[in-house]
């Protein structure tokens, strides 16, 4: 699996969009980016995925640039609730294995 | 759905002691994980399986570490004998194969004194 690199860690402000960027500049051209996040405490959850389209769903977008060696998730509107640790990983559609880095500590502000 | 369920969620033990973690998977996944996350090495992949299957054992760290799914609903973890630098919390996760989200547990937080 490719290597990503993240910022340790974030701030923002509540209601403002959190952009959390990703690196990921040796990405195969079969692997897909996932974000996924850790809200203290709790196990990691699936937030979006994508191969070089942006996507949105009911939690967030995903930017990936025209390259596709880096990425932005994107929280539109943060709330408090979204303080978590994020995770950007590369991987093979289809290939089970998730390889977690150190991810990005994300703080909503009020 | 219930979700994930791992059971104890909270384990304390002395070493040497034999520690044994359980977990239930959502019903339909036929892959199911099991992590290991600390502070030092972070989130770490044990040990998946597919249908009741180990696939890739490579992260389990030694022989004290062993993992089982007698059927498509149950997995148990055990340390054999545990030592204090096992402590961590362990989670499992399951996934239908075909698709692309992993569902992870609770998680059991470990303490070896």
């Known amino acids: 699996d490719a290597k990503t690199t993240q910022p340790p860690s974030m701030d923002c402000a509540e209601g403002r969009a959190a952009n959390l960027p990703c690196n990921h500049s040796t990405i195969s051209g079969n692997e897909y980016v996932y974000w996924y996040r850790q809200i203290h405490s709790q196990g990691p959850q699936y937030i979006i995925h994508g191969l070089k389209n942006n996507e949105t769903n009911e939690m967030a977008s995903l930017i990936i640039t025209e390259d596709r060696k880096s990425s932005t998730l994107i929280l539109p509107h943060a709330t408090l609730r979204d303080t978590a640790v994020y995770y950007c990983i590369v991987k093979i559609q289809g290939a089970q294995k998730l390889v977690f880095g150190q991810g990005t500590r994300l703080t909503i502000n009020p | 759905d219930a979700g994930v369920i791992q059971s104890p969620r909270h384990e304390v033990t002395e070493m040497g002691q034999e520690v044994t973690l359980r977990c239930k998977p959502i019903s339909g996944h036929d892959y199911l994980f099991w992590y290991r996350q600390t502070m030092m090495r972070g989130l770490e992949l044990l040990i998946y399986?597919?249908?009741?299957?180990?696939?890739?054992d490579s992260g389990m760290p030694e022989d004290r570490f062993s993992a089982k799914m007698p059927n498509a609903s149950f997995s148990t973890l055990k340390i054999q004998p545990s030592e204090p630098r096992d402590s961590a919390v362990y989670f499992c996760?399951?996934?239908?194969?075909?698709?692309?989200?992993?569902?992870f547990g609770p998680g059991t937080r470990l303490t070896v004194l």
């Open positions: 996760a399951s996934i239908r194969g075909g698709t692309d989200t992993q569902y």
């Open positions: 399986f597919n249908n009741n299957v180990p696939i890739d």
